[in-house]
């Protein structure tokens, strides 16, 4: 994405243009490990000395509630976060922390069942699949996952 289609995306999100919240939206498009606050200031931190792990978290909260990046409720302490918004769902591990992508046909809005429309309106829903994933299980092979 270049600079000045960004500049016209939080324009339309109705958020001012500052390099860093640029340099965090960058970090958040370009990170495909749903990194947290933290994370994603250790990352930009080269290119903006000056940014604050403060600021990282305003950023990510401001960027949240326009719709650019969603937060990903991994259930662990730490907020993590996603640059990609389009309609996916997550693997999440329990031991390492690591959240991967994936895609289901059939999960998606048109396929919940009329409770939930009876429930409200429903803006987005995603499958959040929690356990050990296939790396930490080989690390110690006599745990098996509950
Ligand atoms: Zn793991
Ligand atoms: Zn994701």
Redesign the pocket.
Known sequence: MTIEALKELFAQSGLKFTNQRYLVYKAMVEARD?PSAETVWRRVRGEAPALSLDTVYRTLAALEARGLVTR?PSGGDEGRF?G?VGP?H?LVCLRCGC?E?FTMPGAGLADLPPTVAAWGRVRDAQVLVRGVCRKCLGQNDNTQPH
């Open positions: 749903h990903v996603d990609d996916h997550h959240i992508d």
